[in-house]
Nanobody, 123 residues
């Protein structure tokens, strides 16, 4: 089992940028497909972005494509989510997750989760 801890959440104005980090421990990060998900109160958790074990394939929700970028540094055991051109609708708790399923974006395939970090975007 891998343990995940997110950081980098903050309150920003629309149009601003943030970089979220997810630090992994317990098992080698390179074993996992890593994903970012987000959730707002009263709504289901939704997929945001994912990256395969080697980092050469990335996947994005349509709502963030072109604005967000996911990357990983397996040597450091860290995954990043760079968020540009933030919008108020990006406000959510952002979660990092790990999956042993190859190149998946399905939430059911992610078995390890962090505690989440709050991102608030004001207009």
């Amino acid at each position: 089992q891998v343990q995940l801890v997110e950081s980098g959440g903050a309150s920003v104005q629309a149009g601003g940028s943030l970089r979220l980090s997810c630090a992994a421990s317990g098992r080698t990060l390179s074993s996992y497909t890593m994903g970012w998900f987000r959730q707002v109160p009263g709504k289901e958790r939704e997929f945001v972005a994912a990256i395969n074990w080697s980092g050469d394939s990335t996947y994005y929700a349509d709502s963030v494509k072109g604005r967000f970028s996911v990357s990983r540094d397996n040597a450091k055991g860290t995954v990043y989510l760079r968020m540009n051109s933030l919008k108020p609708e990006d406000t959510a708790v952002y979660y990092c997750a790990a999956s042993l399923t190859w190149a998946t974006t399905r939430i059911v395939d992610f078995g390890s989760w962090g505690q989440g970090t709050q991102v608030t975007v004001s207009s």
